[in-house]
């Protein structure tokens, strides 16, 4: 990789959603919950429907702080 790399952020923030009718908490950068709630407000919803709707989609072994990594990296594409 050529350049240098800017500086990141890495203390995580954590946020609690209901999904499939419980409660659980994601912890991310956050770059990626503002990625997040940018994608979220295009599309006219909630950030808490976006991650449900991620959530639903994902694979079982899938965890979903990953998924929601990589559905902000490939949207933001």
Known sequence: MGGRAAAVNTSLVKRSFSLAGHRTSVALEPEFWDALADIAGALGVALSA?????????????????????????SRS
């Open 50 to 74: 976006l991650v449900a709707d991620i959530d639903a989609e994902r694979l079982p072994e899938q965890k979903l702080a990953s998924s929601l990594r990589i559905f902000a990296l490939r």
